[in-house]
């Protein structure tokens, strides 16, 4: 696939997403969603690749959001089912998500990193939700996500002011896993994404479903039926399911297969 609007690179089982529209701050189009709808499409599928990690192309953003610029002159707009980035109405992946957050995540770029699993941080970066400063409304899941995330009076706080939050901020509101200095957000996400990889990438999927799936239910429920979600089945069936406790037993590493 001709990438225009992305860079991937993949470094073992580990996918590195860059958007790269660096001259708009990596705000995005409608040809950007769909050119990720099948960058993600590709992570989804490869066996090979565990582990996803999604940043900004240079210093300055991680995303800026719609490209408001291309709407305003008359660019259509719009995404593939799969949502903006290709990630924010994207429930069929297993698969952990890091956000490297590496300068502005406005709007759509906020909700692209609130759709990922972890979000790193660099100390320059800076989140909001501004939509309503431009007569729109964070509706790629930010105005769901958020709150499911920090609680309903901070996002209220966030989401009614469009204020900018601060990486520490974010940190300390509870969006954020870490924050580094300038520069730093993708090495430091890459060492989440290799120590997330000294595990089964089966027990992870089986993990990152059932959690997304028991947050929909009751407690109750969610315990009751977690061993039907395919991805525990799938767990349970699998090669690693055996290797990981002979391994322990033999007091060696792990040999994961993902199968």
């Known amino acids: 696939m001709d990438l ?3 860079k991937v690179t993949r470094k073992g089982p580990i996918t590195i997403v860059t958007l790269s529209r660096p001259e708009v701050y990596n705000a995005l189009h409608t040809d950007a969603h769909f050119e990720l709808n099948k960058v993600f499409d590709d992570f989804v599928a490869d066996p090979e690749q565990w582990v996803a990690i ?3 192309a240079g210093d300055k953003a991680f995303c800026a959001g719609n490209d408001l610029k291309w709407q305003a002159a008359g660019g259509k707009r719009g995404w593939n089912t799969s949502g903006f980035a290709g990630l924010t109405a ?3 992946c297993d ?3 890091i956000a490297a957050v590496n300068g502005v995540a406005m ?5 692209i990193a609130l759709a990922c699993d972890l979000i790193i941080a660099a100390e320059n970066a800076t989140f909001a939700l501004p939509e309503p400063r431009v007569g729109l409304a964070a509706l790629a899941g930010g105005l769901h996500r958020l709150p499911r995330q920090i609680g309903m009076k901070r996002a209220m ?3 009614l002011t469009a204020r900018h939050v601060k990486a520490q901020e974010g940190y300390e509101l509870g969006f954020v896993n870490e924050v580094v200095p300038q520069g730093e957000a993708l090495t430091a996400a890459l060492r989440w994404a290799e120590t997330i990889c000294k595990n089964s990438p089966m027990s992870l999927r089986a993990s990152k479903q059932t959690i997304q799936k028991g947050m929909n239910v009751s407690l109750e429920q969610a315990i009751a039926e977690q061993r039907e979600y395919p991805a525990v089945k799938a767990m349970v ?3 690693d399911y055996i290797e990981g406790p002979k391994a322990f037993s033999e007091k060696r590493a792990p040999n ?3 199968k």
Do not use: H
């Open 107 to 111: 709007g759509g770029g906020f909700e």
């Open 90 to 92: 994207r429930f069929d």
């Open 157 to 159: 706080g966030m989401i």
């Open 4 to 6: 225009k609007f992305s």
């Open 237 to 239: 069936a699998s090669q």
């Open 256 to 258: 994961w297969k993902g």
């Open 54 to 56: 999604v940043t900004g």
């Open 95 to 97: 698969k952990p998500i």
